[in-house]
């Protein structure tokens, strides 16, 4: 089995900086080669690369391959904190540490029974990977959160959390990193979370093989001409009547509900340390 060698040399890259000391080399030069080979790689660090073991803030790769004699520069890449290939690393993590999370308490929380006393903390994970690195990073956030429950219980569980939480989640994140006003946003969300409340209960009736929306009209309807009798209004309402205030109904619960979501996730998000980026009215600020 063949051996890869490595030399380290150090080599100051610019002068010493005025006090405070500067650290004992600005640059650190690779040298790799292997024996049984013609091909040669030389990487010159600069200092932020190699944060983790010499304490440095920022570092440049050059890679230079040696073939047939020539030597040429393939590649240069910043490994540094400020750097694209650092920053898309910690994007992967963090929207992957969100999905696990998120899926992970979704999935106990239905296996315990509790999902009604957590169920607000669930679109959390994805607002804050969108307002953290983009509308891109929280819709991947809400994919892998769905592939996981997907994996641990099943398409109906992952359905279900798209279509009541994870979609509310989405809009929401996108809409706060996109700056806009908290009354387009709990409107918009408001839509969301209705549509995927119906979805809800069409997915619902066909794996019971019942229709639900039927049984809930049909209950509205004698609720609705039960009252009407008690204060003494002799009239059957239309089914007309009965859709809209059905609408009207769940349009009412899915807005206070999000409504309650902008307010918790602010407070969360302010505590974070994320305010600034938010936008917010003017008297959740004063509140904050």
């Known amino acids: ?12 890259s610019s002068p010493p900086p005025p006090p405070p000391p500067p650290p ?59 750097g694209d290939v650092f920053r898309k690393t910690l994007r992967l993590v963090e929207c992957s540490m969100f999905a696990s999370v998120a899926g992970l308490a979704y999935f106990l929380s239905n296996s315990l029974a509790i999902e009604n006393y957590f169920g607000c903390f669930f679109s959390l994970p994805i607002v804050i990977s969108s307002m953290r690195w983009g509308v891109a990073a929280g819709r991947k956030t809400m994919v892998a959160t769905a592939m996981l429950l997907l994996t641990l219980s099943g398409p109906v569980k992952a ?23 908290w009354s387009i946003s709990i409107a918009l969300s408001t839509v969301v979370r209705a549509l995927g409340a119906i ?35 002799n009239t059957i309402p239309s089914m007309d009547a009965i859709y809209t205030l059905f609408g009207i109904l769940l349009l009412f619960n899915c807005g206070f509900f999000v409504f309650l979501l ?9 505590k974070l340390g994320m305010k600034d980026s938010l936008t917010l009215p003017g008297w959740i600020k004063k509140a904050i």
């Open 24 to 82: 004992p080399f600005h640059s650190l030069k690779c040298i790799l080669f292997h024996p049984s080979s013609s091909l040669l790689a030389t990487k010159t660090l600069k200092p932020l690369a190699l944060a983790p073991l010499i304490g440095l803030r920022s570092a440049r790769v050059r890679v230079f391959v040696q073939n047939n004699g020539v030597v040429k520069e393939e590649e240069e890449d910043d490994l540094g904190e400020e």
């Open 199 to 233: 979805g809800y209960v069409l997915i619902s009736s066909f794996l019971i093989k019942e229709n639900i929306l039927d049984l809930i009209t049909i209950n509205i309807h004698a609720s609705l001409t039960y009252i009407l009798m008690a204060i003494g209004v």
């Open 262 to 270: 902008h307010i918790l996730y602010a407070v969360f998000l302010s």
């Open 159 to 181: 359905s279900t959390y798209l279509l009541m939480h994870g979609l509310v989640g989405l809009t929401m994140g996108s809409l706060w990193k996109l700056g806009t006003k």
């Open 1 to 12: 089995m063949s051996h890869l060698n490595l030399q380290i040399l150090l080599s100051p």
